[in-house]
Protein backbone atom coordinates (compact mmCIF):
# COMPACT_ATOMS: atom_id res chain seq x y z
CA UNK A 1 0.00 0.00 0.00
CA UNK A 2 1.34 3.51 -0.78
CA UNK A 3 2.12 5.85 2.37
CA UNK A 4 3.02 9.37 0.92
CA UNK A 5 2.52 12.22 1.63
CA UNK A 6 -0.15 14.42 -0.95
CA UNK A 7 0.84 16.70 -3.25
CA UNK A 8 0.20 19.07 -6.02
CA UNK A 9 -3.56 17.96 -5.63
CA UNK A 10 -5.96 20.87 -6.36
CA UNK A 11 -8.16 22.30 -3.40
CA UNK A 12 -11.06 20.74 -5.02
CA UNK A 13 -9.15 17.64 -5.17
CA UNK A 14 -8.81 17.89 -1.42
CA UNK A 15 -11.87 19.30 -0.03
CA UNK A 16 -13.48 15.80 -1.82
CA UNK A 17 -10.67 13.61 -0.31
CA UNK A 18 -11.22 15.02 3.20
CA UNK A 19 -15.25 15.15 2.77
CA UNK A 20 -14.85 11.44 2.04
CA UNK A 21 -12.96 10.92 5.16
CA UNK A 22 -14.30 13.04 7.67
CA UNK A 23 -17.57 11.59 7.26
CA UNK A 24 -17.05 9.39 10.39
CA UNK A 25 -17.25 12.43 12.90
CA UNK A 26 -20.76 13.63 13.25
CA UNK A 27 -20.60 17.21 14.46
CA UNK A 28 -22.12 20.69 14.31
CA UNK A 29 -25.68 20.29 12.29
CA UNK A 30 -23.93 17.20 10.48
CA UNK A 31 -26.19 14.89 9.27
CA UNK A 32 -26.30 11.12 9.81
CA UNK A 33 -25.67 9.55 6.67
CA UNK A 34 -26.98 5.74 6.24
CA UNK A 35 -28.77 4.20 3.30
CA UNK A 36 -31.83 3.11 5.35
CA UNK A 37 -34.88 5.25 5.34
CA UNK A 38 -34.86 8.87 6.63
CA UNK A 39 -31.80 10.23 8.48
CA UNK A 40 -31.41 12.51 11.18
CA UNK A 41 -30.67 15.18 8.03
CA UNK A 42 -34.36 15.50 7.68
CA UNK A 43 -34.57 15.99 11.09
CA UNK A 44 -32.52 19.03 11.35
CA UNK A 45 -34.52 20.51 7.76
CA UNK A 46 -37.10 19.58 9.73
CA UNK A 47 -36.47 21.73 12.26
CA UNK A 48 -34.85 24.61 11.00
CA UNK A 49 -36.98 24.67 7.57
CA UNK A 50 -34.92 27.49 5.05
CA UNK A 51 -33.25 29.06 7.79
CA UNK A 52 -31.01 26.67 8.59
CA UNK A 53 -27.55 26.51 9.09
CA UNK A 54 -25.18 24.71 6.52
CA UNK A 55 -23.02 21.87 8.16
CA UNK A 56 -19.52 23.08 9.56
CA UNK A 57 -17.18 22.09 7.10
CA UNK A 58 -14.48 19.17 7.72
CA UNK A 59 -11.28 19.34 7.00
CA UNK A 60 -9.47 16.30 7.86
CA UNK A 61 -5.96 16.72 8.20
CA UNK A 62 -4.59 13.38 7.59
CA UNK A 63 -6.42 10.09 6.01
CA UNK A 64 -4.93 6.55 7.16
CA UNK A 65 -5.09 6.07 10.61
CA UNK A 66 -2.39 3.76 12.85
CA UNK A 67 -5.96 2.33 14.85
CA UNK A 68 -7.92 -0.45 12.88
CA UNK A 69 -11.42 0.55 14.25
CA UNK A 70 -13.93 -1.98 12.39
CA UNK A 71 -16.45 1.37 11.59
CA UNK A 72 -13.98 3.21 10.07
CA UNK A 73 -13.08 3.81 6.36
CA UNK A 74 -9.49 5.16 7.46
CA UNK A 75 -8.89 2.22 9.37
CA UNK A 76 -5.02 0.65 8.86
CA UNK A 77 -5.74 -2.73 7.06
CA UNK A 78 -7.93 -0.69 4.53
CA UNK A 79 -6.22 -0.53 0.98
CA UNK A 80 -5.98 3.36 0.56
CA UNK A 81 -3.68 6.27 -0.46
CA UNK A 82 -1.95 8.00 2.94
CA UNK A 83 -1.88 11.22 2.91
CA UNK A 84 -1.13 14.40 5.42
CA UNK A 85 -2.20 17.63 4.93
CA UNK A 86 0.45 20.55 5.64
CA UNK A 87 -0.66 22.70 8.18
CA UNK A 88 -0.01 25.70 6.77
CA UNK A 89 -1.64 24.80 3.45
CA UNK A 90 -4.25 23.05 5.14
CA UNK A 91 -5.32 26.31 7.33
CA UNK A 92 -5.80 28.69 4.05
CA UNK A 93 -8.15 26.05 2.80
CA UNK A 94 -10.14 26.08 6.02
CA UNK A 95 -9.62 29.56 6.44
CA UNK A 96 -11.94 30.40 3.09
CA UNK A 97 -13.77 27.26 4.06
CA UNK A 98 -15.08 28.88 6.63
CA UNK A 99 -15.81 32.40 5.23
CA UNK A 100 -17.76 30.48 2.84
CA UNK A 101 -20.14 28.51 5.10
CA UNK A 102 -20.18 31.67 7.57
CA UNK A 103 -20.14 29.17 10.84
CA UNK A 104 -17.14 28.39 11.25
CA UNK A 105 -14.74 24.79 10.48
CA UNK A 106 -13.74 21.19 12.13
CA UNK A 107 -10.10 20.39 11.90
CA UNK A 108 -10.11 17.00 12.72
CA UNK A 109 -7.86 13.54 11.50
CA UNK A 110 -7.25 10.32 11.51
CA UNK A 111 -4.05 9.08 13.96
CA UNK A 112 -1.15 9.54 11.29
CA UNK A 113 2.14 8.34 12.75
CA UNK A 114 0.65 8.80 16.35
CA UNK A 115 -1.92 10.79 18.04
CA UNK A 116 0.91 13.38 19.40
CA UNK A 117 1.98 14.00 15.92
CA UNK A 118 -1.13 14.35 14.75
CA UNK A 119 -2.42 16.59 17.58
CA UNK A 120 1.00 18.68 16.60
CA UNK A 121 -0.62 19.44 13.08
CA UNK A 122 -3.47 20.15 14.30
CA UNK A 123 -2.58 22.27 16.50
CA UNK A 124 -0.19 24.51 13.63
CA UNK A 125 -3.47 24.21 11.04
CA UNK A 126 -5.25 25.95 13.73
CA UNK A 127 -2.48 28.34 14.79
CA UNK A 128 -1.89 29.45 11.51
CA UNK A 129 -5.57 30.17 11.14
CA UNK A 130 -5.42 32.31 14.10
CA UNK A 131 -2.11 33.99 13.63
CA UNK A 132 -1.25 34.22 10.19
CA UNK A 133 -4.79 34.34 8.36
CA UNK A 134 -6.47 36.09 11.02
CA UNK A 135 -9.30 34.04 11.38
CA UNK A 136 -12.02 34.85 14.29
CA UNK A 137 -14.34 33.15 13.83
CA UNK A 138 -15.87 29.34 15.71
CA UNK A 139 -12.87 26.41 15.42
CA UNK A 140 -13.69 22.96 16.62
CA UNK A 141 -10.54 20.96 17.06
CA UNK A 142 -10.63 17.11 17.49
CA UNK A 143 -8.41 16.01 19.81
CA UNK A 144 -6.44 12.20 19.64
CA UNK A 145 -7.19 9.53 21.74
CA UNK A 146 -4.28 9.43 24.30
CA UNK A 147 -3.12 12.91 23.07
CA UNK A 148 -0.54 14.26 25.49
CA UNK A 149 -1.92 16.94 28.56
CA UNK A 150 0.73 19.81 27.23
CA UNK A 151 -0.46 19.54 23.58
CA UNK A 152 -4.35 19.51 24.52
CA UNK A 153 -3.60 22.81 26.80
CA UNK A 154 -2.10 23.98 23.45
CA UNK A 155 -5.00 23.38 21.31
CA UNK A 156 -7.54 24.77 23.52
CA UNK A 157 -5.63 28.21 23.09
CA UNK A 158 -6.51 28.50 19.83
CA UNK A 159 -10.12 26.57 19.68
CA UNK A 160 -13.33 27.21 20.37
CA UNK A 161 -14.61 23.55 20.70
CA UNK A 162 -13.10 20.11 21.18
CA UNK A 163 -13.71 16.74 21.04
CA UNK A 164 -12.56 13.25 21.72
CA UNK A 165 -15.07 10.75 20.56
CA UNK A 166 -16.18 7.99 23.04
CA UNK A 167 -17.57 5.67 20.76
CA UNK A 168 -18.76 2.82 22.51
CA UNK A 169 -21.23 2.82 25.26
CA UNK A 170 -19.75 -0.18 27.37
CA UNK A 171 -15.90 0.03 27.75
CA UNK A 172 -15.70 -3.75 26.44
CA UNK A 173 -17.18 -2.37 23.17
CA UNK A 174 -13.21 -1.33 22.33
CA UNK A 175 -12.48 -4.79 22.26
CA UNK A 176 -14.91 -6.01 20.15
CA UNK A 177 -14.80 -2.68 17.47
CA UNK A 178 -11.62 -0.62 18.89
CA UNK A 179 -8.96 -3.18 19.48
CA UNK A 180 -6.69 0.36 19.75
CA UNK A 181 -8.64 2.48 21.86
CA UNK A 182 -9.51 1.57 25.47
CA UNK A 183 -10.95 3.33 28.10
CA UNK A 184 -8.41 5.38 29.81
CA UNK A 185 -6.94 6.70 26.68
CA UNK A 186 -10.57 8.17 25.66
CA UNK A 187 -11.51 9.19 29.29
CA UNK A 188 -8.23 11.01 29.90
CA UNK A 189 -8.14 13.15 27.21
CA UNK A 190 -12.12 14.19 27.88
CA UNK A 191 -11.28 15.10 31.76
CA UNK A 192 -8.05 17.36 30.58
CA UNK A 193 -10.31 18.88 28.06
CA UNK A 194 -12.83 19.70 30.92
CA UNK A 195 -10.49 20.78 33.39
CA UNK A 196 -8.67 22.98 30.89
CA UNK A 197 -12.84 24.65 29.76
CA UNK A 198 -13.25 25.09 33.85
CA UNK A 199 -10.13 26.80 33.90
CA UNK A 200 -11.22 29.34 30.72
CA UNK A 201 -14.08 30.01 31.81
CA UNK A 202 -12.33 31.07 35.00
CA UNK A 203 -9.91 33.73 32.88
CA UNK A 204 -10.96 37.13 32.98
CA UNK A 205 -7.91 38.33 31.31
CA UNK A 206 -8.31 41.42 28.93
CA UNK A 207 -7.83 40.42 25.82
CA UNK A 208 -7.51 36.99 26.18
CA UNK A 209 -8.59 36.15 22.49
CA UNK A 210 -10.25 32.71 21.21
CA UNK A 211 -10.26 29.97 24.24
CA UNK A 212 -11.48 26.50 24.49
CA UNK A 213 -15.07 26.83 26.49
CA UNK A 214 -16.81 24.12 25.26
CA UNK A 215 -16.20 20.03 24.77
CA UNK A 216 -18.71 17.42 22.70
CA UNK A 217 -18.08 13.72 22.22
CA UNK A 218 -19.47 11.15 19.36
CA UNK A 219 -21.21 8.06 20.28
CA UNK A 220 -21.87 4.91 18.04
CA UNK A 221 -25.34 3.12 18.59
CA UNK A 222 -25.50 -0.52 18.44
CA UNK A 223 -21.24 -0.86 18.62
CA UNK A 224 -21.37 -3.10 21.87
CA UNK A 225 -25.09 -4.46 21.66
CA UNK A 226 -26.03 -2.20 24.42
CA UNK A 227 -29.64 -1.16 24.75
CA UNK A 228 -30.61 2.64 25.19
CA UNK A 229 -30.92 2.94 28.39
CA UNK A 230 -26.75 1.66 29.29
CA UNK A 231 -26.61 5.00 26.62
CA UNK A 232 -28.89 7.63 28.79
CA UNK A 233 -27.02 6.25 32.18
CA UNK A 234 -23.28 7.47 30.12
CA UNK A 235 -25.03 10.59 28.53
CA UNK A 236 -26.14 12.03 31.84
CA UNK A 237 -22.98 11.02 33.55
CA UNK A 238 -20.92 12.24 30.84
CA UNK A 239 -22.84 15.88 30.78
CA UNK A 240 -22.49 16.05 34.47
CA UNK A 241 -18.75 14.45 34.91
CA UNK A 242 -17.52 15.91 31.85
CA UNK A 243 -19.81 19.40 31.14
CA UNK A 244 -20.51 18.21 27.64
CA UNK A 245 -22.05 20.59 25.46
CA UNK A 246 -23.83 18.33 23.15
CA UNK A 247 -23.31 14.41 22.41
CA UNK A 248 -23.44 13.49 18.91
CA UNK A 249 -25.03 10.23 18.24
CA UNK A 250 -24.07 8.00 15.39
CA UNK A 251 -25.23 4.10 13.78
CA UNK A 252 -22.83 1.58 13.99
CA UNK A 253 -21.78 0.57 10.79
CA UNK A 254 -20.03 -2.83 9.90
CA UNK A 255 -20.73 -3.39 6.26
CA UNK A 256 -17.32 -5.24 5.21
CA UNK A 257 -15.43 -7.56 6.82
CA UNK A 258 -12.43 -6.07 8.19
CA UNK A 259 -8.96 -7.94 9.18
CA UNK A 260 -8.88 -8.76 13.00
CA UNK A 261 -12.89 -8.50 13.66
CA UNK A 262 -14.91 -11.28 14.30
CA UNK A 263 -18.16 -9.13 13.67
CA UNK A 264 -22.01 -10.18 12.21
CA UNK A 265 -22.36 -7.31 9.13
CA UNK A 266 -24.90 -5.24 10.70
CA UNK A 267 -26.13 -1.31 10.15
CA UNK A 268 -27.94 0.15 13.42
CA UNK A 269 -31.43 1.57 12.27
CA UNK A 270 -31.57 5.21 11.61
CA UNK A 271 -34.74 5.84 13.50
CA UNK A 272 -32.68 4.50 16.60
CA UNK A 273 -30.61 7.44 15.84
CA UNK A 274 -33.66 9.94 16.25
CA UNK A 275 -34.67 8.73 19.21
CA UNK A 276 -31.30 8.76 20.97
CA UNK A 277 -31.59 12.51 20.08
CA UNK A 278 -34.85 13.15 21.20
CA UNK A 279 -34.19 11.45 24.71
CA UNK A 280 -31.21 13.43 25.13
CA UNK A 281 -32.94 16.93 24.48
CA UNK A 282 -35.39 15.86 27.15
CA UNK A 283 -32.78 15.05 29.80
CA UNK A 284 -30.68 18.34 28.55
CA UNK A 285 -33.66 20.68 28.41
CA UNK A 286 -37.06 19.27 29.74
CA UNK A 287 -35.64 17.61 33.72
CA UNK A 288 -35.79 14.30 32.86
CA UNK A 289 -34.03 11.57 34.00
CA UNK A 290 -32.62 8.38 32.33
CA UNK A 291 -35.47 6.27 34.39
CA UNK A 292 -37.84 8.57 32.65
CA UNK A 293 -36.59 7.79 28.93
CA UNK A 294 -35.40 4.80 29.65
CA UNK A 295 -36.65 2.64 32.60
CA UNK A 296 -35.29 -0.64 33.33
CA UNK A 297 -38.63 -2.30 32.43
CA UNK A 298 -38.55 -0.61 28.88
CA UNK A 299 -34.80 0.08 28.40
CA UNK A 300 -35.13 0.31 24.44
CA UNK A 301 -36.78 3.41 23.39
CA UNK A 302 -39.82 2.88 20.72
CA UNK A 303 -39.52 2.98 17.27
CA UNK A 304 -43.07 3.68 16.91
CA UNK A 305 -43.64 6.99 19.42
CA UNK A 306 -41.28 9.62 20.35
CA UNK A 307 -39.95 9.26 23.95
CA UNK A 308 -42.16 12.23 25.36
CA UNK A 309 -45.55 10.50 24.42
CA UNK A 310 -44.16 6.94 25.77
CA UNK A 311 -43.37 8.79 29.17
CA UNK A 312 -46.79 10.17 29.03
CA UNK A 313 -48.22 6.23 28.15
CA UNK A 314 -46.30 4.43 30.96
CA UNK A 315 -47.44 7.36 33.15
CA UNK A 316 -50.91 7.92 32.85
CA UNK A 317 -51.91 8.47 36.26
CA UNK A 318 -49.95 11.55 35.81
CA UNK A 319 -52.69 12.96 33.57
CA UNK A 320 -55.03 14.73 32.67
CA UNK A 321 -53.60 18.03 33.73
CA UNK A 322 -55.07 20.77 34.40
CA UNK A 323 -53.88 23.64 31.72
CA UNK A 324 -54.99 26.53 34.19
CA UNK A 325 -52.83 25.20 37.48
CA UNK A 326 -50.18 22.84 36.06
CA UNK A 327 -46.69 24.29 36.76
CA UNK A 328 -44.09 24.75 34.31
CA UNK A 329 -42.27 21.44 34.67
CA UNK A 330 -45.86 19.40 34.19
CA UNK A 331 -46.83 20.95 31.51
CA UNK A 332 -43.34 20.35 29.21
CA UNK A 333 -44.49 17.08 30.29
CA UNK A 334 -47.60 17.01 28.59
CA UNK A 335 -47.35 15.53 24.42
CA UNK A 336 -48.12 18.44 22.77
CA UNK A 337 -46.42 21.33 24.86
CA UNK A 338 -42.48 22.40 24.25
CA UNK A 339 -41.04 24.88 26.20
CA UNK A 340 -42.13 27.86 24.38
CA UNK A 341 -45.62 27.07 24.92
CA UNK A 342 -45.64 25.80 28.64
CA UNK A 343 -44.05 29.53 29.05
CA UNK A 344 -46.85 30.98 26.90
CA UNK A 345 -49.48 29.42 28.67
CA UNK A 346 -48.18 30.47 32.26
CA UNK A 347 -47.97 34.13 30.91
CA UNK A 348 -51.50 34.38 29.15
CA UNK A 349 -53.62 32.56 32.63
CA UNK A 350 -51.75 35.85 34.53
CA UNK A 351 -54.78 37.57 32.66
CA UNK A 352 -57.77 35.12 31.69
CA UNK A 353 -58.79 31.65 32.50
CA UNK A 354 -57.69 29.45 29.21
CA UNK A 355 -59.90 27.08 27.47
CA UNK A 356 -59.50 24.94 24.52
CA UNK A 357 -60.15 27.74 21.90
CA UNK A 358 -57.70 30.24 23.48
CA UNK A 359 -54.92 27.45 23.86
CA UNK A 360 -55.00 27.26 19.88
CA UNK A 361 -55.24 31.59 19.51
CA UNK A 362 -51.83 30.75 21.77
CA UNK A 363 -50.26 29.24 18.96
CA UNK A 364 -50.99 25.36 21.01
CA UNK A 365 -51.64 22.35 18.55
CA UNK A 366 -54.41 20.43 20.77
CA UNK A 367 -53.73 17.29 18.24
CA UNK A 368 -51.80 15.84 20.73
CA UNK A 369 -52.04 17.41 23.79
CA UNK A 370 -56.14 17.12 23.82
CA UNK A 371 -55.64 13.65 25.38
CA UNK A 372 -53.50 14.76 28.48
CA UNK A 373 -55.15 17.94 29.49
CA UNK A 374 -58.26 19.97 31.00
CA UNK A 375 -58.90 23.01 30.32
CA UNK A 376 -60.92 24.47 33.40
CA UNK A 377 -62.44 21.82 34.28
CA UNK A 378 -63.69 20.44 30.88
CA UNK A 379 -61.97 17.50 28.70
CA UNK A 380 -61.92 16.72 25.28
CA UNK A 381 -59.81 13.82 24.76
CA UNK A 382 -63.01 11.15 24.43
CA UNK A 383 -62.67 7.50 25.44
CA UNK A 384 -59.50 6.24 24.39
CA UNK A 385 -57.14 7.29 27.24
CA UNK A 386 -55.81 4.22 28.55
CA UNK A 387 -56.78 2.28 25.21
CA UNK A 388 -54.44 0.73 22.42
CA UNK A 389 -56.03 3.76 20.40
CA UNK A 390 -54.07 6.03 22.48
CA UNK A 391 -50.96 4.66 21.58
CA UNK A 392 -51.81 4.10 17.56
CA UNK A 393 -52.77 8.21 17.64
CA UNK A 394 -49.07 9.28 19.48
CA UNK A 395 -47.56 6.78 16.53
CA UNK A 396 -49.40 8.76 13.65
CA UNK A 397 -47.89 12.03 15.37
CA UNK A 398 -44.75 10.84 16.20
CA UNK A 399 -43.04 11.59 13.15
CA UNK A 400 -39.92 13.08 12.45
CA UNK A 401 -39.46 15.50 15.48
CA UNK A 402 -42.42 14.26 17.78
CA UNK A 403 -43.07 17.50 19.93
CA UNK A 404 -40.00 18.59 21.49
CA UNK A 405 -40.67 22.30 20.33
CA UNK A 406 -39.03 24.00 17.22
CA UNK A 407 -37.56 26.64 19.23
CA UNK A 408 -36.45 24.75 22.12
CA UNK A 409 -34.77 22.39 19.78
CA UNK A 410 -33.03 24.96 17.19
CA UNK A 411 -31.75 26.33 20.66
CA UNK A 412 -30.12 22.96 21.21
CA UNK A 413 -28.46 22.54 18.21
CA UNK A 414 -27.18 26.47 18.23
CA UNK A 415 -23.30 25.97 19.26
CA UNK A 416 -23.94 28.76 21.83
CA UNK A 417 -26.61 27.16 24.00
CA UNK A 418 -26.52 25.67 27.24
CA UNK A 419 -29.43 23.89 29.38
CA UNK A 420 -28.47 26.87 31.72
CA UNK A 421 -29.82 29.79 29.34
CA UNK A 422 -33.79 28.54 30.13
CA UNK A 423 -35.34 30.26 32.48
CA UNK A 424 -34.89 28.31 36.09
CA UNK A 425 -36.36 30.08 38.60
CA UNK A 426 -39.08 30.30 39.99
CA UNK A 427 -39.82 26.60 37.73
CA UNK A 428 -37.77 24.61 39.92
CA UNK A 429 -38.06 20.89 38.72
CA UNK A 430 -39.85 18.42 41.11
CA UNK A 431 -39.13 16.00 39.30
CA UNK A 432 -35.18 15.42 39.57
Same mark, same amino acid.
Given at each position: ?65 ? #? ?23 ? *? ?89 ? *? ?55 ? *? ?15 ? !? ?41 ? #? ?35 ? !? ?21 ? *? ?55 ? #? ?15
Amino acid at each position: MANIILKNTTTEQMIAQMETDAQYDITDFDPVVTDEGPDLGEIVSHIHAKSAPPTVPKLFLAGHCI #FNCAYCGCRSSYDKTAYCHEPRELA *KTAVQMAKNNGHGVFVTSAIYKNADYTEERILQTIKHMRQDEGYRGYIHAKVMPGTDPLLIRAVSRFADRMSVNIEVAKSEGYLRVAHQKN *KNNILTPMQNISDIIAENKLDRTPNRGKIALSQSTQLMAGSSDEDDRTIMVLARAMY *KKYGLKRIYYTSFQYRN !IVEGYDLPLTATPTWRMRRLYQADRLLQLYGFSPDDVTPEISP #FLDADIDPKAAFALRNLDMYPVEINKADYETLIRVPG !IGLTYAMKIIEARKYCTLTHDLL *KKIGVSLKRAIYFITCNGKYLGGNVMGTPTLRLKMAVDSGINGDLGTNATQRFFDKN #FKPSDLPQDPFKSKFK
